[in-house]
């Protein structure tokens, strides 16, 4: 059954006290306080003692509520042949599932099922047991929203550092924060950005330079915008670095001492035509100068880049030049720059971000942090390769929605032998899948987040719930205890004796698990839910689902030691990760888990890299950038516009909230453009127009704003959804676009920000 659509409270009588929790709709997961009335959030506000937001939240966690109140599935669903749901109950469902995905793996092998997903901005538990249930599978592939953005940047990554690796800027110090392809006041991506943004851009001796072509609200506040023609960037970013080598910028004792191969980069920008290449970026040259001149000479720079950038052609190129103007001028390792940081879950969400040597069925893509390209799905599954994807779970993900080329990804589905999906409500993947099963939400049920990327101190946060679970949906960790049970890979035998060692205490356990890991190897892989059923049930409060991270708490003790013990956890060895762990079921408002100083980033490179050094030189870029001299701009005259599918706003928050009432204002989520091109089309506000790309086609309003340049549009990301059983879809699904076909030819990230498209008005 599909509840009615419940409206959040609106006559509100709190009842109860403050509850601290989180935000889930962004990865910056601010801590909140919550009262709760009428089954729903009822008053919601920052949280003081959360470590990392200190109280603050943007406008758009007032409107939680609206993210409890998404219909819910009550009951696990069964496709009927004629493509509509029944309800069946739990154990047949887990029965029919569990037979579902091992006839898939019987017939074709467990490398035939993959995994989407795994947790949103908010979520991450449900990923983390997960690893459990492929494991009893032998599945071998997984992707997730990751894979369509910031893959590409790993690889960077790893290839710099050379293992296991992800940065984080330092803007509350930086002298120059630069954006790339990145709007701060609306997505945020780093704590506090709004205060943060506004210290920068009213501190005469600071600067903020932002590339956008759009006037964002980020660029509205920049000392310098560089408002580049979309797609433009890698030249841009190219004509910035040839200036810093030009009028040498660069800092040359950190590039003797703490980089390999600095020449070659040297090399290959150094005869770059800055003039020819800010005029192909759509820029003035002095203002490209202007700008290099300013990451020059600066004392700190952090730079970020995001979606404006790993969206678009070129996109890893882009995000290596980005890198290479922070490391050019030594800005690394020193506050206000870029550092490396701790992660709570070491090897988990952006862990192994180098390429394995597994590659994708049907399209041969790297996988990329243990990920292959998303956009690859359709031709994965579509294909006649004999290692074709067959089988799929989803979780917590709407990819018919997210991933581009909509139309063809409900084909992938229908062309699936069986998949199931585990979600809140019923997604457009959902309705698509062989059975779907019910989750509860973020609000009933223990949850945390890996999106720990602070430095010098990072935070970890377990929340607990503040709602009760209604009668019905299950936690996931729950769903795939039973999946892996029915699946026969554990046994009470396996078990047997660690949940008496769980009662006698957290050590006396470390050694009951350590023993009977090494006495049953196949247990590794199943570890979270061995985790889950016998330390699970002796944690204080319910907190079973917590059972996963005291694993991961060891694994953080273990790896980044002295880091822990400068946060103030005391012990060796085991006794450090039960410290730690004792913390994260303590400290129900998050906790800084890791403290550092500067120096420690060379001491994390020297673990992978003997000589301590950043290498600079991935010739395959370097290969690319210098191949730029014969691009040229073309223009297809049947597509003369360039459409940015996706764009961040005040009221989008991707499909985590599906009643359109959530948004007051631009319910249909106009199409923006710029009054130049409105005149041309003879367009005035409001007015409808008819936009169409190589894929797809739909109608929409336009806003006529001085933000765009001539010939760029865009549309939000999020709209487009369907609202209960037959309810109505409001605005524009943005991929049914798109195509997966652009797409990043190292990472396979979609070129959702540079979609050619043409817009006539719409007949009456
Ligand atoms: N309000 C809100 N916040 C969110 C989200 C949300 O749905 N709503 N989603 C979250 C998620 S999942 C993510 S990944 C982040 C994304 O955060 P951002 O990447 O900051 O968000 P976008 O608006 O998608 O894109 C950023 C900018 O890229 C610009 N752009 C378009 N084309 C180009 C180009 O060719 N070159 C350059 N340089 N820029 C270009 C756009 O004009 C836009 O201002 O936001 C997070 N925060
Ligand atoms: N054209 C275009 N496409 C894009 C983008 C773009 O800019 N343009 N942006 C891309 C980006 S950056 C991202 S991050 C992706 C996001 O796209 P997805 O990865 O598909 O993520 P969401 O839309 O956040 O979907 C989250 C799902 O989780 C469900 N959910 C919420 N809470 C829970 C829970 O507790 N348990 C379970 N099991 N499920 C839950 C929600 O109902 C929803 O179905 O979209 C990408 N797609
Ligand atoms: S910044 Fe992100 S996590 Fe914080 S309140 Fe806003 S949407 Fe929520
Ligand atoms: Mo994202």
Redesign the pocket.
């Known amino acids: 059954m599909v509840a009615g659509v419940v409206s959040p409270v609106s006559a509100v009588r709190p009842i109860g006290e403050w509850q601290p929790t989180a935000c889930?709709l962004c990865a910056c997961n601010c801590g909140i306080e919550v009262q709760v009335a009428e089954g729903n959030l009822a008053r919601i506000k920052g949280d003081k003692a959360h470590p990392g937001s200190q109280g603050y939240a943007c406008e758009k966690a007032q409107r939680l509520a609206y993210?409890q109140s998404?219909p819910r599935i009550l009951a696990p669903m069964r496709r009927r042949p004629d493509g509509s749901y029944e309800e069946v109950d739990w154990d047949v469902a887990i029965a029919e599932v569990a037979a579902g995905l091992a006839g898939v793996r019987d017939a074709h092998g467990g490398a035939s099922i993959f995994y989407y997903?795994g947790g949103?901005?908010?979520?991450h538990l449900?990923g983390v047991y997960a690893r459990a249930l492929r494991s009893a599978l032998g599945m071998r592939f997984a992707s997730?929203?990751?894979a369509?953005?910031k893959t590409g940047e790993f690889w960077i990554d790893a290839h710099l550092f050379g293992h296991v690796t992800h940065t984080t800027p330092d803007f509350e110090r930086a002298q120059v924060a630069v954006f790339v392809g990145k709007n701060p006041w609306m997505a945020h991506g780093f704590s506090h950005a709004r205060p943060t943004l506004k210290a920068v851009a009213g501190d005469p001796d600071r600067t903020l330079i932002v590339i956008d072509p759009r006037r964002s609200e980020t660029a509205a506040m920049a000392d310098i915008h560089l408002q580049v023609r979309p797609g433009g960037d890698a030249f841009l970013l190219a004509a910035l670095l040839a200036v810093l080598v030009q009028e040498d910028l660069l800092d040359h004792v950190f590039l003797d001492e703490r980089t390999e191969n600095a020449d070659e980069v040297i090399g290959a920008v150094r005869d770059v035509d800055v003039a020819e290449y800010a005029r192909r970026a759509g820029i003035g040259v002095e203002l490209v100068r202007t700008a290099a001149r300013r990451i020059g000479n600066a004392s700190s720079v952090s730079i970020l880049e995001d979606?404006g950038i790993q969206?678009a052609p070129h996109s890893t190129l882009n995000s290596y030049l980005e890198k290479l103007l922070w490391a050019l001028t030594g800005n690394f390792a020193r506050p206000g720059c870029t550092n490396l940081h701790t992660q709570f879950a070491p090897g988990g969400l952006v862990g192994r971000s180098r390429e394995s040597r597994r590659r994708t069925p049907g399209t041969g893509e790297r996988v990329i942090g243990g990920m292959f390209p998303a956009a690859s799905i359709p031709e994965a599954v579509l294909s006649d390769d004999p290692a074709r994807f067959r089988g799929a779970i989803i979780?917590?993900?709407?990819?018919v929605?997210?991933?581009?080329d909509s139309p063809r990804m409900r084909e992938t589905m229908a062309a699936l032998h069986f998949s199931v999906v585990?979600?809140?409500?019923m997604?457009e993947?959902?309705s698509c899948a062989s059975y779907v099963l019910p989750?509860?939400?973020?609000y009933e049920?223990y949850?945390c987040t890996f999106f720990n990327f602070e430095f010098p101190r990072n935070v970890f946060h377990l929340r607990a719930p503040v709602l009760p679970s209604p009668d019905g949906p299950l936690a996931?960790p729950e769903i795939h205890r039973r999946l892996v049970r029915a699946l026969g890979a554990l046994t009470d035998e396996d078990l047997g004796g660690l949940d008496a060692a769980a009662k006698q205490g957290l050590d006396v356990y470390a050694a009951a698990f350590a023993e009977r890991m090494t006495a049953r190897p196949h247990l590794t892989g199943l570890a979270p839910i061995v985790l889950y059923e016998t330390l699970g049930p002796a944690l204080p409060d319910g907190a079973r689902a917590a059972a996963a991270l005291w694993g991961m708490a060891q694994m953080c003790a273990a790896g980044y030691s002295d880091s822990v013990r400068r946060a103030g956890f005391e012990g060796d060895g085991v006794a450090l990760g039960n410290a730690l762990f004792e913390a994260v079921l303590r400290e129900r408002r998050g906790f800084v888990f890791s403290a550092d100083d500067h120096e420690v980033n060379w001491e994390w490179i020297r673990r992978a890299r003997p000589s301590g050094r950043i290498d600079l030189a991935i010739s395959e870029l370097l290969e690319e950038l210098v191949s730029l001299e014969d691009e040229h701009e073309t223009v297809d005259p049947d597509f003369p516009f360039v459409l940015s599918?996706?764009?961040?706003r005040t009221n989008t928050?991707?499909?985590?909230i599906?009643d359109p009432a959530w948004r007051k204002r631009d319910p249909l989520g106009a199409l923006r453009m710029s009054p130049q091109d409105a005149r041309a089309l003879e367009l005035i506000d409001g007015e409808l127009v008819t936009l169409t790309t190589r894929r797809g086609s739909c109608t929409t309003p336009v806003e006529i704003t001085e933000t765009m340049r001539a010939g760029h549009v865009s549309l939000p990301?999020?709209y487009g959804l369907t609202y209960g059983a037959d309810g109505p879809v409001t605005g524009v699904a943005?991929?049914e676009?798109?195509e997966s076909s652009r797409r990043d030819p190292i990472a396979g990230t979609?070129w959702?920000?540079n979609v050619p498209a043409r817009i006539v008005r719409a007949s009456s």
């Open positions: 889930v993210y998404n997903g949103g901005q908010g979520n449900g997730n929203a990751l369509q953005e979606l969206q979780e917590s993900s709407n990819p929605h997210s991933l581009p585990i979600d809140i409500t997604t993947t959902a989750a509860l939400t973020q049920k949850e996931e599918a996706g764009e961040r928050a991707m499909t985590l599906r990301n999020g943005t991929n676009l798109t979609p959702h920000k």
